[in-house]
Nanobody, 116 residues
Framework: VQLVESGGGLVQAGGSLRLSCAAS????????MGWYRQAPGKQRELVAA????????TYADSVKGRFTISRDNAKNTMYLQMNSLKPEDTAVYYC??????????WGQGTQVTVSS
């Protein structure tokens, strides 16, 4: 499975961005996908995740009500709509996929910078 993120950039506080993650390869094997982020000097953390079949979603408390994760199975693409962005959302955002064979896949990351 290969994952390619897009949609990062620079935005002012209160603004919005939409990240995309396009999956290719053995996409049939993906059980769930998620977005993680890593800010400088901090550990990588889960932002949101979604299952492939039921569409069940989960969010970090820090983004609940502001971020929405979704997927388009026909396009093998996952999205993260980020609204009301805050400077503390600044990080490199990574797309992740977990397969039925217990394998983890990661994208290359996309930078999100929120200015105050």
């Amino acid at each position: 499975v290969q994952l390619v993120e897009s949609g990062g950039g620079l935005v002012q506080a209160g603004g919005s961005l939409r990240l995309s993650c396009a999956a290719s390869g053995s996409t049939f094997s993906i059980n769930s996908m998620g977005w993680y982020r890593q800010a400088p000097g901090k550990q990588r953390e889960l932002v949101a995740a979604i299952t492939s079949t039921t569409g069940y979603t989960t969010y970090a408390d820090s983004v609940k009500g502001r971020f929405t994760i979704s997927r388009d199975n026909a396009k093998n693409t996952m999205y993260l709509q980020m609204n009301s962005l805050k400077p503390e959302d600044t990080a490199v955002y990574y797309c992740n996929a977990w397969s039925m064979f217990d394998q983890d896949y990661w994208g290359q990351g996309t930078q999100v910078t929120v200015s105050s």
